[in-house]
């Protein structure tokens, strides 16, 4: 089940590019791709997830701005509605209530949760982000962002620079993100116990620039860094790292060694959900 949610649209991906090598795709066309892929990746995973709804660092409003910006190319709804829904699936994670859990499919918790009307109260999960300038203006600027999102690929490389730098990529990045709600909460391991049926899914971690370390996000919510192993490559801590050592991010929390054995003692990999604490919330 794995391969079909999250490997096969990306092989089947790689199959059309073969197939429509130097016809309708080349090189430019892929770097675009990635190019863009990358940046509005950790404007979600960076700025929307750690930065923005958990607070998991601070950073120079000009960074800030730009890390929400790119978030909001990312077409997953701005970014006050982002953050409210997602402090509604901490609040009630594979609960009644939470907008995504899996408990009610895995279609349901990838993009079906999407289509019914009763989002998060933003008044009511995140209140404190309706009197912050930087986060309303982007905000309610969402649309433009959008078409901006769209117009720098198409005036970098044309109708196939938009396809592949535009719509391709809004593709895979809205697939990545939904598989942290839907393939992270049904398969993968369970390092930690924590009141939800979170897991780890390397393939994820791997797509998603680190949110697919997820077991470990809920065992720990306002960590900045998801990947506690050094093996789990977490590319969106990196970024954080990188801004807080000239000076554009401050105020990064990380969870001690220490804490994080204590807490891991008490989990096996297949360990079902108990009731803990959720740290951070």
Aim: glycine letters at 8%; hydrophobic letters at 50%.
């Amino acid at each position: 089940m794995i391969l079909v949610v999250v490997v096969a649209p990306f092989l089947a991906t790689g199959f059309a590019v073969v197939q429509l090598w130097q016809w309708a795709v080349s090189w430019r066309d892929l770097a675009l791709l990635v190019a863009l892929y990358v940046p509005i990746s950790l404007g979600v995973t960076a700025g929307f997830h750690r930065m923005l709804t958990h607070r998991s660092f601070r950073a120079h409003p000009a960074v800030r701005g730009a890390l929400l910006v790119l978030g909001s190319m990312a077409l997953e709804g701005p970014a006050i509605s982002w953050a409210a829904n997602h402090l509604k699936h901490h609040a009630l994670a594979d609960q009644e209530g939470d907008p995504h859990s899996p408990a009610d499919g895995l279609l349901h918790a990838h993009f079906g949760w999407l289509f019914r009307i009763d989002q998060a109260d933003p008044a009511v999960y995140c209140r404190h982000l309706l009197t912050d300038p930087v986060v309303r203006f982007v905000d309610r600027a969402f649309p433009a962002w959008v078409v901006l999102g769209l117009l720098i690929p198409f005036a970098l490389g044309g109708w196939t620079g938009l396809l592949w730098g535009g719509l391709v990529r809004i593709f895979l990045v809205h697939h990545v993100t939904w598989s942290v709600n839907s393939v992270c909460h049904t398969f993968g391991n369970r390092p930690f116990a924590t009141a939800d049926r979170s897991r780890n899914q390397w393939a994820v971690g791997l797509l998603a620039l680190g949110e697919g370390w997820h077991n470990n996000h809920h065992a720990f919510p306002r960590s900045a860094v998801h990947g506690l192993d050094r093996w789990q490559l977490d590319l969106s801590a990196r970024l954080i790292g990188a801004l807080e050592q000239v000076g554009l991010a401050r105020d990064v929390q990380r969870i001690a060694p220490e804490a994080i054995a204590r807490k891991r003692l008490r989990a096996t990999p297949n360990s079902q959900p108990e009731t803990v604490r959720m740290d951070g919330l």
